[in-house]
């Protein structure tokens, strides 16, 4: 099964190209601020190519509240990770978008699970899912890959600590069974598999695959790479597959997920752009520069088209050797705050500050 990533790059262009100038027409028209901001920095006119279509800076949606539906329409709020005083997106949700987004996620997926369900393990804490209106970008993600498992188990404390006892119960429980794993990158690092090198816990999953992705800033501060990362979940849990996966919470469901190879995918709805860190203009494949991800997800709010503050490279296209069509590509880190010039503030604050 390769759906949803059997459409060429080429055929994949004009698609997405049509769809995208269609959003953002429909966002012009339902939000003033977004309608604004395209006005004064460059006027609108139809892309022809994807490098075309306007984008916003990710961080805008840190200082405005961006949404294209009546208030009344929202049905459920993203936050954006964030420690304890720092500004989070908003990211508003109707019942549309929020099935699209959730429909998309299981297509992404289902070629690497297969369409049955399996028993879960979450290597989180249920207490991050309180209120179900208003969700983290770790709620958001958690409620979101629930749903390919069946009898979930949170393995996580609400202070953080690993319920081992409770994990050893359901691996003997289900015990010869294919598990899935779901967690948020440098909180398995730190909460699970550095807590059980620590007390000396050795753990085997057998056959199970793990679903990680976000936090990897924090891991190249401490110098883990994927390669280290991805040795440590094999002898300290016994895991043997493992598939990171890039994303954010202002584009949740157009996620992007690695194949057997190790190389980030492009699906067929969703596409990425690498542009020059200083003029912004688009770079060719095998440069590093910001990451541009484009999805026809969103339609409560203006997020079809948005400059990340992410360094990644493009490493070709239709050509990778797990036999998923569309661009592969890498992820370095975030640019330094220092070096992102020119970017969310000015762009902002340049118009005004629109509200």
């Known amino acids: 099964m390769i759906y949803p990533y059997n459409d060429e790059q080429q055929t994949k262009q004009q698609l997405l190209v049509n769809e995208l100038n269609k959003l953002t027409r429909h966002h012009m028209k339902n939000s003033a601020a977004y309608k604004a901001m395209i006005e004064k920095t460059s006027g609108y006119q139809e892309a022809t190519s994807l490098d075309e279509v306007p984008y916003l800076p990710v961080q805008l949606f840190k200082l405005m509240d961006l949404l294209s539906i009546p208030a009344e329409d929202v049905i459920k709020v993203l936050t954006s990770s964030g420690t304890s005083g720092q500004q989070v997106s908003k990211i508003y949700l109707d019942k549309e978008t929020s099935v699209s987004q959730t429909k998309s996620l299981v297509d992404v997926i289902k070629p690497i699970l297969g369409a049955k369900r399996l028993p879960m393990v979450i290597l989180d804490t249920k207490s991050v899912l309180k209120d179900r209106r208003s969700f983290s970008a770790r709620g958001a993600g958690i409620l979101g890959f629930a749903n390919f498992g069946r009898r979930h188990f949170y393995a996580l404390n609400d202070d953080m600590t690993v319920d081992w006892t409770g994990l050893q119960n359901f691996l003997e429980e289900y015990k010869g069974s294919k598990l899935l794993l779901f967690g948020f990158t440098f909180m398995v690092w730190k909460h699970v598999v550095q807590e059980a090198k620590l007390q000396n816990i050795k753990i085997d999953f057998g056959d199970s695959v793990l679903i990680h992705g976000g936090g990897w800033k924090k891991l190249q501060d ?68 910001l990451i541009q991800v484009l999805s026809l997800l969103p339609r409560s709010y203006p997020g079809h088209s948005l400059l990340t503050e992410d360094l990644g490279t493009i490493h070709g296209e239709d050509d990778c050797p797990c036999g998923w069509k569309g661009k592969h590509f890498s992820v370095a880190g975030r640019i330094p705050k220092s070096e992102l010039r020119g970017c969310s503030d000015t762009f902002a604050f340049g118009i005004g500050g629109v509200k």
């Open 222 to 289: 401490e110098a883990v790479d994927p390669q280290t990362f991805n040795d440590e979940i094999k002898q300290v849990l016994g895991i043997g597959k493992v598939h990171n996966y890039y994303g954010m919470v202002e584009q949740v469901g157009s996620i992007f997920v690695e194949c057997d190879h190790e190389h980030l995918h492009t699906p067929n709805f969703a596409d990425v752009l690498i542009r020059d860190p200083l003029t912004f203009d688009p770079l060719a494949y095998g440069q590093q520069g």
